[in-house]
Structure formats: C-alpha cells, structure tokens
C-alpha cells in the first residue's frame, strides 16, 4: 500500500500549532488508509447522551479507541458489551482533541458471524446468477387479499404485530398461522413444509391468495434459517405470491432476495398487504358519489331525450288519420288496376274469340256439308246419267241378246231340259231312267222323271 503524505504548508515561520499539527495527522490517517476490518474483543463501552458509542478495541498486547456515531449505531441489531468479541469494519481517524488515534465503526458483527456472512454471500451470487432474484420471476401481491397465511412462530412478537396491525386497519382480512419454528436446527426444514402445506390449498387453505413469511430481529445466527439455500427454493417454487419480512429494516437475508416482496418489518408487511381501511372508506364514498354524477348525468340526458321524442312523437289519431288516407289511396289505385287488368282481359278474350270464330268448325261443317250436297247432287246427276246410258246400253244389248237368247226359242215352243243340278241335258245319255229332270219353257219350268232315253235314230224310227 502506497501512502502519501500532505505537505506542510511553508510559513515564515515552520512551528505547527497542536490543532495543525492534529488537523493533518487526522488527513493524512482519512485520506489514506482505506476502510479495515479489525478483530478485537469490547472494553470500556460507554453511551453518552448523544447517543454515539465509545469503546476500546484490544487484543492481547494492544487496544485502540473506537466511535460508533448515531446515524450509525441506529441500524446495528448488536448491543455490545464489554468483553465481547467482535469484528468491525472501520475507518482509520484521529480525535483532533485529545490527539488520540482512533477507528471510526460503520459496522459491527460478534466473531463467528464472519464465516455465516461470507457463506452468505457466496449462496446470494450462485442464486443470483441462477435468476432465483430476477423481477420477471416475481408474482404480483393481490390488491386486496381476502384470506392470507402467515408462517411464523405462533408465540413471537412478529404475529402479535401482524394481527394488531391487520385488525387495526383491516379486519376483514382472514388470517391462518401456520405455526413453525424460525430459529434453530429444524426451522428451515419446518418453514418449508409450511410452504408446500399452504400451497397445495387443501381444507381450509383452499382460498389463500398470499403468503407472509415472517419473524422478529436478531443476530446473523439467529436469522440463519431464512438463509437456508431449500427454503429459497421453495420460496421461489411456490405458486402463491410469498412476502418475506425478516427482521429489521436493515436485516437481508437469502428468502428476502427470493420473495415476490421484501417488507422491512413483520408490522410493514402487514400495512403493505392491507390498506386502511379509512382509504377505501374514502376511495367507495368517492366512487359512490361518481357513480350518482354519472347517474344523474345520465339520467338528464335520457330525459332530454324523452323530450326531443316526444316533440317528435304525434298523436296516434294524425298516424291513424294518414294510414286510413292511405288505405283509400291503395284501394282507389287498387280498383283502377283491377278495372285495367279486367279491359285488358276483355281485349284479349274478345281477340281470341274472333280468331275463334275465324275458326270455328260450325261453319267449315256447314261449308263441308254444302260440298257434300253439291258433290252429292253431282253424283245423283252422274248416276243417272250413267244410268241412263247403261239402260240404253242395255236395252239395246238386250234387244241384241234376246235376238240370240234361248228364251226367243222357247218362246218359239222350243224347251230346255236340266239335271237337278242345273246341268243342261244335250244328250240322252246324260240321264237314266229314273232321273229327275227339269224343263224350262217359255212360260214355267216342268219337273219330270225320266221313263227311258233313247239314241236320235232310234227316236226317228
């Protein structure tokens, strides 16, 4: 360590007065030399009504004056006494008074608290790079929880001021200790066992929104449960948010770095989680008296609504006046529809009844009948004409036939004789004896039977 020395400042006379001399004795010490940590054990302690502490600092062979001022001395949670064995952490000062050397203290902790304070600082940097600390881990407490629990000692002064205080400034909030040991051997392991108890929410931990882990102030050794590296993370695993409010305000340990909130003290976590109940008193009377304005507002604009519609609204003979206009117009426009669509209907019925009419078969039955009786009239006059010629025809062949007919010879006396049949007999030997004949005269028909036939000669003969 380099040291340096102030100058003395150069006068036409080199003699220091003892205050020079003090004054940069006590610089030179300030300026200088860093802060240290001494180990020594407490004599000669003392508290003026100032409230500083003065002590001395000794070891087997030397001993050096110590102060402890006020601001200072406030934040310590030891009470020294003589004999006790401590470790400071100091500045190297001089008392320009009396010209005595001394330490000024900013900290004080008894000999053994330095190996728990180094264990906690290595467990702090190794959780703190893990993220265990890390605000996007931490939940947000409810506004106004309803049923809270709180783990700490059933007998000790943290619950005391925790349920004054709640009672005090909210009393509706449910409270449910769960009682466990903060100090000694098994006390991390019982808090932990809390932690995971209310966590599962079962009977009558079903509907707790927070948790406040707490106890009062004391040494480093007597906080050491709450520095226990599976509480940490049990704190950080749980599912409900978990206030830690350990100690004093100048109390840190591991499960306050953890927790979702850090409270100074058991009472300041309270307050923290509660709100009096005299501000929401104001905050509902403050809303209630909103919530009227904006009623009442609302209620006035409704009403000058209702009025704009009522100079709107007429009276429902004016409606009823104009739907029966209405009606009349409809039916007026109805009937003329009605009268067009029945001359349109005229028109057309008249026009297919003339094509009709045009066409009607009576008339191409009457023509048709009248081509009958003139086709007929035609035919009878073709007949007879036809008939007449084929008389003619007739009598003329007749006269021509009967010159050459049989009946001319019959007439004549001559007959002609047939078989029964019709066959006309040319010879005798087409009949035998027996033989029914028939003969044909001029006048009658004779029917014989034949007696016998005989050859021409024969006859002749």
């Not at 087997?60 to 001395?73: D, G, T, Y």
């Not at 591991?254 to 501000?279: C, Y």
């Not at 003979?317 to 009937?335: A, I, M």
């Not at 081509?371 to 025809?393: A, F």
Request: glycine share 6%; with cysteine.
């Amino acid at each position: 360590m380099s040291v340096t020395y102030p100058t003395i400042p150069k006068q036409n006379n080199p003699t220091l007065s003892v205050s020079q001399l003090n004054r940069l004795a006590r610089l030179l010490l300030e300026e200088n030399f860093p802060a240290v940590l001494v180990e020594g054990e407490i004599s000669n302690f003392s508290v003026p009504a100032s409230g500083h502490w003065y002590l001395t600092l000794k070891d087997a062979n030397s001993q050096v004056r110590c102060a402890m001022f006020r601001n200072r001395n406030m934040l310590m949670r030891l009470r020294p006494k003589d004999g006790m064995k401590v470790l400071v952490k100091a500045k190297l000062s001089l008392y320009e008074g009396r010209g005595d050397y001394q330490l000024l203290l900013e900290n004080m902790e008894e000999t053994g608290a330095g190996a728990l304070r180094q264990a906690f600082e290595i467990l702090k940097i190794r959780l703190q790079q893990e993220g265990l600390f890390d605000a996007q881990h931490k939940k947000p407490l409810p506004a106004l929880p309803h049923h809270i629990a709180v783990i700490t000692s059933p007998t000790g002064a943290a619950i005391h001021d925790i349920i004054s205080v709640l009672q005090r400034r909210f009393p509706a909030i449910e409270i449910t200790i769960i009682p466990v040991a903060v100090q000694g051997v098994n006390a991390a392991t019982e808090i932990i066992s809390a932690l995971q108890l209310v966590n599962s929410r079962t009977g009558c931990l079903h509907d707790v929104e927070l948790i406040l882990l707490g106890r009062g102030g004391g040494s480093l050794e007597d906080l050491w449960s709450f520095n226990d590296e599976g509480l940490a993370r049990a704190i950080f695993a749980s599912t409900l948010p978990v206030i830690s409010a350990v100690g004093h305000d100048s109390d840190f340990t591991i499960a306050d770095f953890v927790a979702d909130v850090r409270a100074a003290t058991p009472s300041a976590a309270a307050e923290l989680i509660s709100g009096h109940q005299d501000a929401y008193r104001q905050l509902l009377l403050a809303l209630q008296k909103q919530l009227l304005t904006l009623i009442q507002s609302h209620i006035e604009q409704l009403q000058l609504n209702l009025v704009s519609l009522r100079k709107q609204l007429r009276h429902p003979g004016y409606r009823l006046q104009e739907q029966v206009q209405r009606l009349d117009e409809l039916e007026t426009r109805f009937k003329r529809a009605i009268n067009t669509q029945l001359q349109n209907s005229r028109h057309h019925v008249a026009l297919h009844q003339a094509g009709l009419l045009s066409h009607n078969p009576q008339s191409k039955v009457q023509q048709k009948v009248q081509q009958v009786q003139h086709l007929h009239q035609q035919l009878t006059s073709k007949l007879r004409g036809n008939l007449l010629k084929y008389e003619q025809q007739i009598q003329i062949q007749s006269r021509a036939l009967h010159a050459v007919s049989p009946l001319a010879t019959l007439a004549r006396g001559y007959a002609i004789a047939s078989t029964k049949n019709g066959a006309v007999i040319t010879n005798y030997e087409q009949v035998e004896p027996g033989v029914t004949i028939h003969t044909r005269l001029d006048q009658g028909e004779i029917i014989s039977t034949v007696v016998a036939s005989h050859a021409q000669t024969a006859l002749q003969e």
